[in-house]
């Protein structure tokens, strides 16, 4: 199976209001965490990383929390705008790359939608 | 704009076609990736050069798949003798360092490719 998953392929959330997007991660080895966001027709766009040395990392309205415990990352989106509309990926990055993303292993993505 | 471009954006395909797509990254940038990426899915790595040397592949690029990048700024990605199955889109990225010693990837908006 994958090693990187959604607990839920879509979520939708009112606008102005904080959103929660989950990801399980099975490889406890893995060292290196990031958050990416995929438009319609675009690639995907890098939003925010976090090191397995680190619990909780900020950005601009986003933060990414790390439970190595339970092997669990979360992004979090503050005060959801329509512009936020996009299917969401975690990606991890397992030694020994070092942090090159050629170790980068993507899940399967959570579309968040918003309602006005 | 100084983004990764990719051409075409969309090829149409018969089965046994050989095809070629072209990256541009962002100029400062050495790493090149190629990834692929089908409905529903994260991005699937593929492979990656530095400066104009490749330095590694997936398991997912068979033989009837070449990347170059002749002069460590363009690369191509040639697939022989197409199937249906190599219908996804193809994603390049190329990467800068973040602030936490990663990797942070800008991606193309890929070439979609159909194969009939």
């Known amino acids: 199976g994958e090693s990187v998953g959604l607990h839920l392929p879509t979520l939708s959330v009112q606008e102005g209001d904080n959103s929660i997007i989950n990801c399980a991660y099975s490889n406890s080895a893995s060292d290196y965490f990031i958050w990416y966001k995929q438009e319609s027709g675009k690639g995907p766009q890098f939003i925010i990383d976090i090191r397995s040395n680190m619990d909780k990392r900020q950005g601009q309205r986003v933060t990414v929390l790390l439970n190595k415990t339970v092997k669990h990352l979360s992004l979090q989106i503050a005060a959801t705008q329509p512009g936020d509309s996009a299917v969401y990926f975690c990606a991890e990055n397992m030694p020994p790359s070092g942090g090159g993303a050629d170790g980068l292993t993507f899940g399967k993505g959570t579309h968040l939608i918003i309602q006005p | 704009d100084t983004g990764v471009s990719q051409d075409p954006r969309h090829k149409i395909t018969k089965r046994g076609q050989n095809v070629t797509f072209r990256c541009d990254p962002i100029?400062?940038?050495?790493?090149l990736y190629w990834y692929r990426q089908t409905l529903g899915q994260g991005p699937e790595f593929l492979t990656y050069f530095q400066n104009e040397a490749q330095l590694e592949k997936s398991r997912l690029l068979s033989d009837r798949f070449s990347a170059e990048r002749p002069k460590g700024s363009f690369s191509t990605l040639e697939i022989q003798r197409t199937e249906q199955g190599d219908s996804a889109m193809y994603l390049c990225a190329s990467s800068t360092r973040t602030g936490t010693g990663g990797e942070k990837l800008f991606f193309g908006s890929g070439t979609q490719l159909s194969v009939l």
């Open positions: 100029s400062e940038h050495n790493r």
